[in-house]
Nanobody, 126 residues
Framework: QVQLVESGGGLVQAGGSLRLSCAAS????????MGWFRQAPGKEREIVAA????????YYADSAKGRFTISRDNAKNTVYLQMNSLKPEDTAVYSC???????????????????WGQGTQVTVSS
């Protein structure tokens, strides 16, 4: 089993920054990729960004490009999401997830992720 624990959410003003962390524990941790997803009230869950564990190839949703950066520290089994220039529409519960399948095409697909954290709330005030 894999356990994922997110931290770093909170309340921030528009234009501000937050850094989310997701620490993994459990089985020998070597996923194909890690992803950050978000879900706002009344909306479907959507991909924000993903990164392959080996190689560090990244994927970003259009809404995240130029503002968010995903990174990972393999030694610490931790993935990060640096979020800059935050907007009120970024308000959501952000969850990290682990993908043990293979193929770049799986990165933006939530069904490809087998393990999920509990989520952390990000609220951006205007």
């Amino acid at each position: 089993q894999v356990q994922l624990v997110e931290s770093g959410g909170g309340l921030v003003q528009a234009g501000g920054s937050l850094r989310l962390s997701c620490a993994a524990s459990g089985r020998t941790f070597r996923p194909y990729a890690m992803g950050w997803f978000r879900q706002a009230p009344g909306k479907e869950r959507e991909i924000v960004a993903a990164i392959t564990w080996i190689g560090g190839t990244t994927y970003y949703a259009d809404s995240a490009k130029g503002r968010f950066t995903i990174s990972r520290d393999n030694a610490k089994n931790t993935v990060y999401l640096q979020m800059n220039s935050l907007k009120p529409e970024d308000t959501a519960v952000y969850s990290c997830a682990a993908n043990f399948r293979a193929g770049m095409s799986t990165l933006p697909t939530s069904n490809a992720y087998d393990y999920w954290g509990q989520g952390t709330q990000v609220t951006v005030s205007s």
